[in-house]
């Protein structure tokens, strides 16, 4: 259970939210909406108030980089800073088939790779880590139908395999009803939920 | 076996001064834009020495130790000031500062003691003929290496932010995500003295030893003297840049390991 309990953020109303194991949460809005800082502070990669928990522990009872190989943000751009790809992974990489790569993929040179294949890398190097919840800071932005589809197929049974929590920012409602079972949205500084029904 | 000194008289620096005089009018004939410059600086460098010069000389004869204080402290912050002054991105005023002299204080004023009181034993420790030099050349030749490496450290840091913050959301520790750059840094500090130790006596002669020698000292003894200073400048650079990269580090990094240029780097105005 991911829990955000009077999550305080510059220029946004303070937010609660949970959400249940294997759930996953769609978040939309204008871009400077804050869609991002909100990932960011869950992260706990900016300065904020309030608290957040992740199955009972607090973001401040564990050591920074600890809680964010548990909470991982996967931002819009991903950074590459080794010559291969493989060296960007540790420990040994599943499924690199279903987001359609080849095993040999982890020898080719970062700056041979696309946009779109840095894109979907960085969320293979993402799950590599097993994280308990994922940030996905517009996971397919970049990417084609049949990749979006992958991707979205992929992180839908990480979410149910290894019961993890996700919340995936995006613009399409289209792609937020398929991915999601809550929505919300980010509109002048309020945070509001989609359809209530 | 002591030759003699020659000391140069007036009338020899003015025929130097020719030379200089002689390379502004060529400047200012072809119009290269140096004249201005070039005269200015040949003005300073001149009216500088010989101020000092004659302070040493001063100092020197009365050997007290609150003059020479005075003196070291001058020196170390014109020195950090300095320094400060070669980053291309300003660090914050006061704290900057201080980092800086006490980068200077390490591989300077420290090493200068305990070569003053360990391996020269002059007699007191504070001999300024012996202290002052041996700091002046101390700080000098340190300061560019900790500039050099303090400013690739920052300048790197704040060109890869997007990577630092990228290895940090994939659960690296700070100094793991800023390793990298710091060992970058530590390299680019060291490499002048290291080109320096590399090249001394076969490419270019050090200036130190080369003015003993004209003064009239046994090369052999210059030499050594060489190669004493050649390691206290190695060993204070060294120190001094891997506190420094340490401080800054520390400084970059808040308590929950975010990358906060905000508390380093003075605001863009």
Same mark, same amino acid.
């Given at each position: 259970m991911l829990r955000l309990e009077d999550l305080q953020i510059p220029d946004l109303e303070t937010i609660n939210l949970t959400i249940a194991p294997g759930e996953c949460v769609g978040l939309s809005g204008e871009s400077g909406s804050g869609k991002t800082r909100l990932l960011r502070a869950i992260a706990d990669m900016d300065e904020h108030g309030g608290q957040v928990y992740e199955e009972g522990i607090a973001? @401040?009872?564990?050591?920074a980089h600890e809680w964010r190989r548990r909470v991982m943000l996967l931002p819009a751009e991903s950074q590459w800073w080794l @010559?291969?790809? /493989?060296?960007?992974? *540790? /420990?040994h990489v599943e499924h690199? @088939?279903?987001? /359609?790569?080849?095993?040999?993929?982890? =020898?080719?040179? *970062? =700056?041979?790779? =696309?946009s779109g294949e840095k894109q979907r890398l960085s969320i293979l190097r993402m799950l590599a880590n097993c994280p308990r919840v994922l940030l996905l800071?517009?996971?397919?932005?970049?990417?084609?139908a049949s990749n979006t589809a992958r991707v979205e197929d992929m992180v839908r049974k990480y979410l149910t395999e290894f019961n993890a929590i996700a919340i995936w920012v995006g613009h399409d409602a289209e792609q937020l009803k398929r991915v999601s079972q809550h929505q919300y949205l980010l509109s002048d500084g309020r945070f509001i939920k989609v359809n209530p029904a | 076996m002591k030759a003699e000194f020659i000391a140069l008289t007036a009338p020899d620096l003015m025929l130097a001064s020719l030379l200089v005089l002689a390379l502004i009018g060529l400047g200012s004939r072809l119009r290269l834009g140096v004249s201005q410059t070039l005269t200015i600086a040949a003005l300073r460098t001149t009216a500088q020495l010989l101020l000092v010069g004659l302070i040493l000389e001063a100092v020197f004869t009365q050997a007290k130790l609150p003059w020479i204080m005075l003196i070291v402290l001058v020196m170390m912050t014109v020195a950090a000031w300095e320094i400060l002054a070669r980053q291309k991105r300003k660090l914050r005023g006061r704290w900057g500062f201080g980092v800086s002299l006490f980068s200077l204080f390490i591989s300077s004023f420290f090493i200068t003691l305990l070569a003053l009181f360990i &391996? &020269?034993?002059?007699?007191?420790?504070?001999t300024p003929q012996y202290a002052i030099p041996l700091l002046g050349m101390l700080l000098g030749n340190t300061m560019n290496g900790i500039a050099l490496g303090m400013d690739r450290l920052v300048q790197t840091a704040w060109q890869q932010r997007a990577v630092i913050e990228q290895r940090l959301m994939l659960g690296q520790k700070d100094t793991e995500a800023i390793r990298d750059i710091a060992r970058d840094s530590m390299r680019a500090g060291m490499i002048p003295i290291i080109n320096a130790m590399a090249a001394a006596g076969v490419v270019s002669l050090p200036g130190m030893m080369t003015g003993q020698i004209l003064a009239g000292s046994p090369p052999v003894e210059a030499v050594k003297y060489q190669i004493l200073i050649m390691f206290l400048v190695t060993s204070g650079t060294g120190f001094a840049v891997i506190i420094v990269l340490q401080l800054i580090t520390r400084r970059m990094f808040d308590s929950r390991e975010r990358l906060r240029f905000d508390r380093l780097l003075k605001e863009p105005r």
């Open positions: 973001q @401040d009872q564990v050591r @010559d291969t790809v /493989g060296e960007h992974f *540790i /420990g690199i @088939d279903v987001l /359609g790569f080849e095993p040999e993929v982890m =020898s080719w040179n *970062i =700056s041979r790779c =696309s800071d517009e996971p397919t932005a970049n990417l084609d | &391996i &020269i034993e002059a007699d007191p420790w504070y």
